[in-house]
Structure formats: structure tokens, C-alpha cells
């Protein structure tokens, strides 16, 4: 049987490559193409093949696995090493055959060497797809935005600490102004995330559900996520992860040294996003509800810790000092003094979303599974409860008045990984649980394929589906609009002998991704600003861009809304506006939006309004 698939495996590819050839000789594009190439080929393979409908099944899931995983090599080649589609399928094709040769050897693993290796599998599969398609896959807003950090680089800024600057500045001082050099920062967090995941839950409980711990660090979709997206989350869910591991040290097998681990990892945490702090409450309170753990009130070795890690976090202090405590006061009062909101019911459907909602029952498993009957096995489970609990309890209480976002409470579920992964297989003997058991598996299975078809999807599309008009939700699209607000740009620079500015109307996204996105021709980020030019809250571009330092600039106004552009104060700061003219964008033949674009003459941030121009501006 091996041997037969063996055979039919190169027959497949050949097959595979030829029909890839014709196509694309037909005008058909290479994204469709290497579709229609592979299923023709590999639904030959099935038919010819013996076997049970599981073993086919398994076959189909596996070649489903390896084209979603060939299109990101497909595209890397194509549209980064700028190499001919009709070349580029080689190693595409080499790629999906060695996929599914590993795949079908997963049918002959041992028993007892079945979790480890189907974890490695898993695990392996989810890394390598995120590192073909770091690349391919435009930035989302958020990123662009920090990359902007990095090109302003500091010891600290408004809404986030500077972690993710450094990360992403390294990042694009090794691989270029890129998306994968702005992402791979995120890629070797969760390395490290992985890493200390599988320590801890070793350390908790047993090398076998340390393996299921790894399968879930790479699946569950927020770790998944921020192992892809570069974001202060990134840093801060490593960080997270190394906090618990060197604290379960120090807690729990009452290490002496493991608390310096536990102050850099704090401190670094701190660098990353002020939320680590709640790791700091829950080490507080297992202090006091563990008798074993009250002696560490009267050694010096966590008061060290602590000072170490408000040594590292030192800098952003002193950035917050020299800026009127901006930061603080940003994520401090300014998130307090936010509108009255009940957003609980919103809470339970992120951790749904975070987690899928069989991590969510896993939880609630988790929640109210009875301690063990020794007293190690009990502390150990404390352990993991507290450091879930008194986190998520903050989040909870928070969304009985405040507004909570989806991401927020992802890395307080790296305390629960543990008890999580011991419901793949330990929890078998209770009737009451096994359905949740059951659907691990396949909830993994279905994740990683979901995220391979979203990567192909962003990368190349997929056959006979647009997409969204959604910019901000969906990468798709900022590249093209930059090319086209450039040659606007130009004409603006030839016309009045100067280089324009380009303020995105939103928030920061237009801007953001303009900045990055006009980085090949001319420094970018040095000629975007933010709406706060127009009395408008731009977050980091007020300090990047003072409005009085931008007095008789021009200015190309982009928006996705033309209403955007007809604004009170866009006139009132303006000496006089061009109209306002609709532009289209499409990728690949498919149209994704229309946006609008206007340009003022004459900026100045203390100019007042009279009636005339008031009307000009809606002219």
C-alpha cells in the first residue's frame, strides 16, 4: 500500500504541474491555476487509490492541508522573489508532495508515541504556515501603525509601550521595510510562548499533556493570531508565558533563583503592555491564599524581582515624566473615564472566539474540576486556577461598566492551557466530559485549515470569491491605494514645488498604511500625518506631527467616505480645496472599493472660517 501511494504521489504531481502549465498558458491566473491543478490531480489519486472511506478521508484532509500551505510558497516565490509563475510551481509542488508524504506517515505512529508526535506535527504545520505567509499578506492597520512607531522610535508612546517598536525595528533592520520583516517579531514570540508552555505544563503535570499543551498553543486563535500579527500582544503574551513558568518555579517548586526569571520576565512584560501587571496580582494572591508560599513575605528574593523589573521598565517612566505622564493618564483615567457600557455578554463571546467554544467548555470543565486527592497535585491546580481567576475576575468586573475588547483577555488563558490539554485524553474515564474531549481534535483539525484558507485567500484569493469592502478587517487593497495616492501626490509636488502631506480622514488607519505602503519611492512616514490636523484624536501623530509645524503645507485627503472630506474643519483650516474626486481599487481583476480623495492648499492650524469658504467647502 505504501509503495502504491509512493507511486501514485508522483504521478499525481506530475499531473498536478502539467494541468498548472496549461492553464496558465490559457491566461488563467497562477492563483486559480495551482486550485483547479491540484484538486483535478489529487481527486485522481483518490479514485485511484484502495482504502477505506477513513483512510481517503484522511488523504483528502491531509492534500487540503498541503495546497493551503504550497499556495504560500507559491505566492512568496512569485510575488516577493519575483520568479515566473510557470517556475515558481516547482517548489510549490515539491512542497505540497513532502506535506503529504509526512501527512500519510502520521498513520504508522505507536500508541504511546501518539500524542507527541501528532503535537509536533500540528505544531510544526501552524509554524511553517505562518512563516510562508508572513510576507504575503499585507499589514493590517494596527501593524502599519506600530511600524510607524518603529520609524519614530522612542522609549515610549501614548497608548502602548515601546516593545513592539523595538521588535518591529529589528525586524525591518534585518528584512527590510516589509510585512515579513515587520512580523517576524511575532513569529519568534510565540516561539517563545511555545516554549515556556510546554515547560510549565510539564512542570504542572506530565510530558503527554505538555505535547497537547503545544498542539493548543498553536491552534487556539489567539495564540495562532499573535503569532502572525504583530501587535504589543505579541511580546506580552511571551512575556506572560515565561512570568508563569519561572513564578510556578518559584511558587510552586520553591526555587530560590527562578525569581529572576520572574523580574525580567515582569520587566520586559512591563515594556510590552501594562496589563502583565495583573500576572503581578495573581502572584499576590496565591502568596496569601498558599500556606506553603507565606514565606516568601519574609525573603528578599520577590522584592528584588520587583525592583528588577521596574529597573526595566524604567525608560517608559521616564518617557511618561518628559510627556506630562501622557501614557499613564491615556490608559489609566482616559479608559476609566470612558462611557458607562455593560459589555459581559460581549466578554463570554471573545472567550469563545478566542479560545473556539470548546476551549470555553474546557474552562468551565476547568472551573469547577475538584482539586486531586495529594496535596502536591492540589497546589499545582491552585496554582493554575489563581493565575486564571483573579486575571479574569479584573476583565469581568471591568465589563460590568466598561467596554471590553476582543483580545484583551487572551494571554490570562495561558494559566488554563495546562488544565485544557489534559481534556484531551485524561478526562476520558468521566462520561460527563468525554463529548468535550472529543471535539479537541476536530476543533484543532478545522482551525488550522480555516487559517490556511484565510492566508490563501489574503495572499492569492480564492476561486470565484471577491473581497471584502472592509479594509481595516480585511488586508486587502492598501497597496494599490497607495500606488494610486502617490501619482496624486506627485502631481500635487509638481504643481506647487513642494512634497504634499497625505492625512488619512479616520483615525490613524489611512494614514498608517499610507505611510507604509509609500515607503519605496520616498521615506513615507516622514510625509503622512494624522487627522489630528483637524481637531480630530490621531493617538501617536499628534506628537509626530505637531499642527502648528504643518502651517502652509499641502495636504491630499484620503477617506473611504466622502462626506469625510466635506468636513467643517477641513475648509476652516484650509486656504483653499481642490474637489473631491472618486478613485476604484481592485487586486487581481477583482474590485474590492471605491474611496475619495481632496486636496487642500494652504494649511494652517489657527486659520478661522468665514461663510464663503465654509460654502466653497461643500461646493
Request: hydrophobic content about 55%.
Amino acid at each position: 500500500m505504501t509503495r502504491l501511494r509512493s507511486s501514485l504521489g508522483w504521478i499525481c504531481a506530475a499531473v498536478d504541474l502539467a494541468l498548472f502549465e496549461v492553464l496558465l498558458a490559457r491566461g488563467v491566473f497562477f492563483g486559480v491555476a495551482h486550485v483547479a491543478s491540484f484538486a483535478i490531480a489529487t481527486l485522481t489519486g483518490l479514485a485511484l487509490i484502495r482504502g477505506s472511506l477513513i483512510d481517503r478521508a484522511f488523504i483528502g484532509i491531509t492534500a487540503a492541508a498541503a495546497l493551503l500551505l504550497r499556495g504560500g510558497v507559491l505566492a512568496m516565490f512569485v510575488k516577493t522573489f519575483h520568479v515566473p509563475a510557470a517556475w515558481a510551481i516547482l517548489p510549490a509542488i515539491a512542497v505540497s508532495v513532502a506535506a503529504i508524504k509526512c501527512g500519510a506517515s502520521l498513520e504508522n505512529v505507536s500508541a504511546e508515541n501518539r500524542w507527541r508526535t501528532l503535537a509536533l506535527a500540528g505544531a510544526a504545520y501552524l509554524a511553517l504556515l505562518r512563516l510562508v505567509y508572513l510576507g504575503q499578506a499585507e499589514l493590517l492597520p494596527e501593524e502599519a501603525y506600530y511600524w510607524n512607531y518603529a520609524k519614530h522610535m522612542d522609549f515610549g508612546y501614548l497608548d502602548h509601550p515601546p516593545m513592539v517598536a523595538w521588535l518591529i525595528g529589528a525586524g525591518t533592520l534585518l528584512f527590510g521595510n516589509n510585512e515579513f520583516g515587520v512580523r517576524i517579531g511575532a513569529w519568534l514570540c510565540w516561539l517563545v510562548t511555545a516554549f515556556f508552555t510546554f515547560r510549565i505544563t510539564r512542570n504542572l503535570l506530565d510530558e503527554t499533556t505538555a505535547w497537547c499543551a503545544l498542539s493548543l498553543v498553536s491552534a487556539l486563535p489567539f495564540f495562532f493570531g499573535v503569532a502572525f500579527i504583530i501587535a504589543p500582544d505579541s511580546p506580552l503574551t511571551a512575556c506572560w508565558a515565561a512570568a508563569l513558568f519561572f513564578l510556578e518555579r518559584a511558587l510552586v517548586a520553591q526555587q530560590r533563583g527562578a525569581w529572576l526569571g520572574v523580574g525580567i520576565a515582569m520587566g520586559l512584560g512591563m515594556l510590552s503592555k501594562y496589563s502583565i501587571g495583573l500576572v503581578g496580582l495573581a502572584a499576590g494572591l496565591f502568596l496569601l491564599v498558599d500556606a506553603s508560599s507565606r514565606r516568601w513575605f519574609l525573603r528578599w528574593e520577590p522584592y528584588a524581582a520587583t525592583l528588577l523589573a521596574f529597573a526595566l521598565f524604567s525608560p517608559v517612566i521616564l518617557w511618561n515624566a518628559q510627556h506630562d505622564w501622557a501614557s499613564f493618564s491615556y490608559q489609566g483615567a482616559g479608559r476609566a473615564g470612558a462611557d458607562p457600557r455593560f459589555s459581559t455578554d460581549e466578554l463570554i463571546l471573545y472567550i469563545a472566539a478566542l479560545l473556539t467554544p470548546t476551549g470555553l467548555a474546557g474552562l468551565l470543565i476547568f472551573a469547577f474540576l475538584k482539586n486531586a486527592d495529594t496535596a502536591v497535585r492540589a497546589r499545582q491546580m491552585l496554582f493554575m486556577k489563581v493565575f486564571t481567576a483573579a486575571p479574569f475576575a479584573v476583565f469581568a468586573f471591568s465589563s460590568l461598566r466598561h467596554a471590553i475588547k476582543l483580545w484583551w483577555t487572551g494571554p490570562i488563558w495561558l494559566a488554563a492551557l495546562p488544565a485544557l490539554a489534559l481534556g484531551l485524553w485524561q478526562f476520558r474515564q468521566r462520561t460527563s466530559d468525554r463529548w468535550v474531549r472529543a471535539s479537541w481534535l476536530p476543533t484543532v483539525m478545522i482551525c488550522a485549515l480555516a487559517y490556511g484558507v484565510f492566508f490563501h485567500y489574503l495572499a492569492l484569493g480564492l476561486p470565484g470569491i471577491g473581497y471584502s469592502t472592509q479594509m481595516n478587517l480585511l488586508p486587502v487593497g492598501w497597496r494599490e491605494l497607495a500606488r494610486q495616492v502617490e501619482l496624486v501626490e506627485k502631481g500635487v509636488e509638481d504643481e506647487m514645488k513642494m512634497k504634499p502631506l497625505v492625512v488619512g480622514m479616520d483615525r490613524n488607519f489611512i494614514s498608517s498604511e499610507m505611510a507604509f505602503y509609500d515607503k519605496d519611492e520616498s521615506p513615507g512616514f516622514l510625509d503622512t500625518a494624522g487627522i489630528n490636523l483637524f481637531g480630530k484624536n490621531a493617538v501617536m501623530y499628534q506628537f509626530w506631527f505637531p499642527a502648528r509645524e504643518q502651517t502652509g503645507r499641502a495636504i491630499v485627503l484620503v477617506a473611504f467616505n466622502e462626506n469625510d472630506l466635506t468636513r467643517k474643519a477641513v475648509a476652516k483650516h484650509s486656504e483653499r480645496l481642490g474637489p473631491v474626486v472618486r478613485g476604484d481599487l481592485a487586486r487581481d481583476g477583482k474590485f474590492i472599493r471605491h474611496y475619495f480623495y481632496r486636496v487642500a492648499y494652504g494649511y494652517d492650524s489657527d486659520r478661522k472660517s468665514d461663510d464663503r469658504e465654509k460654502s466653497e467647502s461643500l461646493d
